[in-house]
Nanobody, 122 residues
Framework: QLQLVESGGGLVQPGGSLRLSCTAS????????MGWFRQAPGKKRERVAC????????LYEDSVKGRFAISRDNDKNTMYLQMNSLKPEDTAVYYCARNRERSCTVDTMDYWGKGTAVTVSS
């Protein structure tokens, strides 16, 4: 059964860190473009970071570059997002998604998880 399950969200103070996980079943993550996206209250869903199939490169939005790191553990069939130096504006529901093709955008991902909430607040 095809499934993406996010975990690791929670409440963290500004400047803190969290690691999100996205565990896949029903397909092999290494063969897909995988991405992290987020949606803050009242805002559109936006791309955060992507890792391309066979680990051929990564992509980060400017807002998270240098603070977040995307990675993949092929043995666990899981993707991660290490988030450091968190800011209140990082507060959102974070979703993982996949695409069989190289493209990594909100409109082109073909399967989504249900999301995990991250709140950055003192």
């Amino acid at each position: 059964q095809l499934q993406l399950v996010e975990s690791g969200g929670g409440l963290v103070q500004p400047g803190g860190s969290l690691r999100l996980s996205c565990t896949a079943s029903g397909f092999i993550v290494n063969g897909y473009t995988m991405g992290w996206f987020r949606q803050a209250p009242g805002k559109k869903r936006e791309r955060v970071a992507c890792i391309f199939s066979r680990d051929v490169g990564t992509l980060y939005e400017d807002s998270v570059k240098g603070r977040f790191a995307i990675s993949r553990d092929n043995d666990k069939n899981t993707m991660y997002l290490q988030m450091n130096s968190l800011k209140p504006e990082d507060t959102a529901v974070y979703y993982c998604a996949r695409n069989r093709e190289r493209s990594c955008t909100v409109d082109t991902m073909d399967y989504w998880g249900k999301g995990t909430a991250v709140t950055v607040s003192s």
